[in-house]
């Protein structure tokens, strides 16, 4: 919706020096309900019938002129709704019959109220800033409830609807999917040394790095506690291989200071499987007994699965 859609349309113009009688004549020959006051094409001010109302009665207050009937000067034939109608619908109609006052009546055909342009179109654009403000918390919430609150990666939740669909995809294009099963090593040295706190900011450092070096068409999640998923679909093992083997050096080139750890940096040993027509369970089995051999063969290393 636009303004130009809810705007009052100024049809006509006088100029400053015009007789009022004149603009009142425009209005009513135009139907307008307001005309510009405009000096060599520059607007100078609005005469609105709010104004001229004010200008009538402020008259016959002062002159006394009480002989006039209404009859003379009401608008005739006024649109009736039913009660029931809807806010759109009067809408449209009050649009489309050009009409800024709707009688309201109830289902006795009683008259029970009256509706301005103005309350109807109040009323939208409050509808359509709740509708927005819905449609942000949706995203907030969706957001919440597939993102991991520490990390800021996908959460197990999200992963398994990802995986799944990853899965199907394969199988059907024949095109195979990889996972690397990331885990921090000697983590719980790290709580231990430099404290829980630490070790959750560790973890927040930990996940933007894989985020940065990671390829767009990849995701990561948050695996379990101290371990990441990175999910790679279109993408065998070689490939599969480099990608880990990139997102392992620029966790080691962070150089977060590990003490207690041989390498005196954080750093992740990962385990990396890759199939076409394996479920994704049995893909992170591999992936897990790949990862279990990067541990025991020294951690900081990339391990693939050989099947
Ligand atoms: N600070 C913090 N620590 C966590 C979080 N999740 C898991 N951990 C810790 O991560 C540690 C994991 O320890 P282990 O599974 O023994 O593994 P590790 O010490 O990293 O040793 P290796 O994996 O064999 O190199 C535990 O001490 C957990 O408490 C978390 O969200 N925040």
Redesign the pocket.
């Known amino acids: 919706m636009i303004i130009g859609e809810l705007m009052t349309e100024i049809v006509a113009g006088v100029s400053p020096a015009d007789r009022l009688a004149d603009a009142v004549a425009i209005m009513c020959e135009k139907k307008c309900s307001c005309v510009l006051v405009s000096e060599s094409g520059f607007p100078k001010g609005i005469i609105t019938e709010r104004d001229i109302v004010r200008i009538f009665s402020d008259t016959l207050v002062s002159q006394k002129i009480s002989n006039a009937t209404v009859a003379q000067v009401m608008s005739k034939d006024p649109v009736c709704v039913q009660q029931t109608t809807s806010l759109y619908d009067a809408l449209v109609l009050a649009r489309s019959r050009k009409l800024r006052h709707l009688l309201v009546i109830n289902e006795h055909e009683q008259l029970v109220g009256l509706v301005t342009q103005t309350d109807m179109v109040d009323a939208y654009v409050h509808l359509i800033e709740r509708q927005s403000q819905l449609e942000t918390e949706n995203h907030e919430l969706h957001l919440l409830s597939n993102e991991d609150a520490?990390m800021k990666i996908g959460n197990r939740r999200a992963m398994e609807v990802e995986l799944n669909f990853t899965e199907a995809s394969a199988r059907r294009y024949k095109k195979g999917y990889a996972v690397a099963l990331m885990?921090?090593?000697?983590?719980?040295?790290y709580?231990d040394y430099y404290g829980?706190q630490r070790?959750?900011n560790a973890?927040r450092a930990l996940a933007d790095v894989i985020k940065e070096s990671m390829r767009v068409s990849d995701r990561a999640y948050r695996y379990g506690?101290?371990e990441i998923l990175l999910l790679m679909p279109e993408t065998n093992a070689e490939d599969a291989i480099v990608a880990s083997e990139r997102v392992r050096a620029a966790v080691e080139a962070m150089a977060l200071p590990h003490s207690e750890s041989p390498f005196k940096c954080l750093t992740i040993?990962v385990g990396v499987a890759a199939s076409c027509d394996q479920s994704w369970q049995q893909l992170l089995e591999l992936a897990d007994q790949a990862l279990y051999d990067a541990?025991n063969s020294g951690?900081n290393k990339v391990v693939v699965s050989p099947q």
């Open positions: 520490l885990d921090v090593d000697f983590f719980k040295k709580n829980h070790g959750d973890l506690g101290e040993s541990k951690r």
